[in-house]
């Protein structure tokens, strides 16, 4: 099973992915280690990235999910994912399930004002939302509760 954390920058993809990982016991992947120098640099800088900017970190991280299915591995994947299409891209087999951290624009802009070392700059959160496409399917958890009983809802909803 590969478990994909979608939502916008600050709804806790990265630790509650990390702590889902660490209690199954399965590899993490980060997906912001994907995006390329320039993305990068874009972002630090307020701007947000085209469709055409996310296309090659988007391949990246379908990349990693191919990998890990074809060794049979299990893995959770932190990555924003905000659009139906984004998701269709990285949708390559049944084994992989998306949980969207649902988390509103007050709880994201209140999470980022204590977030240190992060490229993601804060101007950015309109960004995030204006391209979100919120799934219509799938599982959806509130972002707001705290991580620990965000896994414990994700292990209990997924039987893991």
Request: net charge neutral; aromatic share 6%.
């Amino acid at each position: 099973m590969i478990i994909v954390l979608i939502g916008v920058t600050g709804s806790g993809k990265t630790t509650v992915g990390r702590l889902l990982a660490q209690e199954l016991r399965w590899k993490f992947y980060e997906g912001d280690k994907f995006h390329s120098p320039a993305n990068v640099e874009k972002m630090k800088r307020g701007a947000p990235l085209t469709d055409a900017d996310r296309l090659p970190w988007l391949e990246s991280i379908r990349d990693i999910i191919r990998t890990a299915i074809e060794r049979g591995e299990d893995a959770v994947v932190a990555c924003s994912a905000l659009k139906e299409s984004y998701r269709r891209l990285l949708q390559i087999d049944d084994k992989v399930i998306f949980v969207y951290l649902n988390a509103s624009r007050a709880l994201v802009q209140e999470r980022l004002k204590f977030r240190i070392g992060h490229f993601m700059h804060p101007d950015l959160v309109p960004s995030q939302f204006d391209t979100l496409e919120e799934p219509k399917e799938g599982l959806q958890i509130d972002a707001g509760l705290p991580a620990a009983e965000i896994v414990q809802l994700l292990r209990k909803h997924l039987s893991l």
